[in-house]
């Protein structure tokens, strides 16, 4: 075995066949004893340290594993070591390297040693009755990191849930505690929204859990895949509370309505030299031909989904997110590096064991370079999503880069900020770029958005690119006409709808474009701007309101884009999209955007329509006003038309 970690040795079939491990692996305690299993086939020897503390105290106990079946290393002992920690000393070509467990469910503060657990004892009151609520038909995501959303101090959190996981437990918040405008949960209850996508909730590395105020990242740094982040913990220190106070969350969130959505990020590691790599050297990673770590990823690594221990690494950390938290569905960060296998098994089981399409799988169809994956692997991109599960998602940046502008140019602009809308790339968006018009399957695949946490807010791509004095704190009336007519285009479109926390209310991060690293203070929901900028609040709460009413918005199959009778540019720069909404409260709803300067004149098709949505508000539908022959769009606006049922 020695010298033998090279990239061919580990795309070898000989190698799958000799190695492939498929019984449980980490530490194990009860009442009988406990046992470690690690595995680690290159390894000339293993040992394992026990402490009573997660940092500082020394060794109390260094044990040498002994060797198991398909190159695990394994240690029994009659002790139940509850509560221990624990590392590895793991010794490849002479050189040994320390590492807490890959596998391991609890760690101390900054994941460096790994804990024995009994994993019941960390259920919150209530936890075997915790249940997501019904999966509803339409799903509206909406994207949210921890410590953003109850850092503002005018979000009225304690200074003990300041950035935690059990702010997301808190009900009766306020703006500046005032008792009346609701901030937290109960803002987001208002909202309407279905699905929390919460950024990287497992333990990552660029946070000291020793000094968690002082710090703040989105997370995209992976150190233990299987373990809570300790900064979100009211005691990074003590391995069980992030996990209990985790489920804590979870649990609130779904008393209170909403399912959750995590986001993994199994294409890359905090750096090359992690837990995978120190117990395996290279086995878990894509080497290009000099050997060097491939960097497909853009973050110095690339997990090697492909082969076989590193895909049942994956599939077992996702299933255990799901089976042990409860966790409603994943986000894949830069899917496009990982295999088709892996992506297809994962929705395959989830599929099997929860029902089909109850749990949500979708990701980003892209990666930041070429891969060095093994030959003959596909990835799952823009390119591939025709072949893989059709219940596999992926984010669309057609509709995102046709509305505001392409990302990656700054001056780039859509629709809405300056550019020209045309009715066939309408079309096109509101097909979800599915069948014949794009990449996507079906329009269930489609996951439609204008912003996320990478790049400009939309708030902020509109100010550079329409306001000269690049006054991103301002709330001019132009750019939230443009943020409104923006937000009416993409809830109109039948892909799942998901937007970035703050979108609704004009959310800015001062221009910043990557605030990756920025601090707690750009980076937070300003709650008193939610409050300032309500009247686009409740713009989006409309659109999703009307959108649960709208079968033709919903509509996720094949034959969605068929109900699209008719698109047409209409004057210079605007377009008018007819759609088919059988079977809802309107027969058919007639869309017109209009992203020019000059109100635009239109001749309604034959019947009495009823305004539902227009520039100002996207709750006219409640008001039933109604109008025949023809109506004007206002400049920089969305109309929004549904033809009655029968012709009253
Ligand atoms: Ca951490």
Known sequence: MEGKTSKAWFDSGEFEESYHYDEPLGAFSGEQGTCFRVWAPTAQQVAIRLYQAGNDAPAIEKIFLGKGSKGTWLYSTTRNLDGWYYDYEVTVDGVTRCTPDPYAKACGVNGQRSMVIDLAGTNPEGWEEDKAPELTPEQVIYELHVKDFSWDLSGGFGGADRGKFTALCRTGMTLHNDGVHPTGLDYLKRLGVTHIQLLPIYDYGSVDETRPDSGYNWGYDPVNYNI??????????RGEVRIRELKQAIAALHKHGFRVIMDVVYNHTYELES???????????????????????????????????????????????????????????LMGLLDDTLMNSLQKELDSRYGVGEKLVYGEPWRADKTAAREGTLLCDKGSLKRIDPKIGAFCDDTRDAVKGNVMNEGSVGFVNGGRISADTLRKCVAGWAGESGPFRTPYQTITYLSCHDDWTLWDKLVYTMDQSKNFRGSASNIQKANRLAAAINFCCQGRPFFLAGEEFGRTKGGIKNSYCSSAEVNQLDWSRAWQNRGLVDYYRGLIALRLQCPGLQDK?????????????IGHNCAALCLDNQHGKWETLLMVFNCGEQPQQLSLPEGKWQVLVDGDSAFQWKLHISVRESCTVMPKSALILGKFLSDQ
Not at 557 to 569: E, G, K, N, P, V
Request: one cysteine or more; hydrophobic letters at 30%.
């Open 228 to 237: 809570p982040e300790g900064s979100y913990s009211s005691n990074p220190y």
């Open 557 to 569: 199959t094949a034959q969605a884009a068929s109900r699209i009778l008719w698109a047409s540019d």
């Open 275 to 333: 837990p995978l790599f120190k117990t395996v050297p290279w086995y878990y990673y894509r080497q290009d031909s000099s050997g060097k770590a491939s960097n497909g990823s853009g973050c110095g690594n690339d997990i090697a989904s492909e082969r076989s221990m590193c895909r049942r690494y994956i599939l077992e950390s996702a299933l255990y997110w799901v089976e042990e938290y409860h966790i409603d569905g994943f986000r894949f960060d």
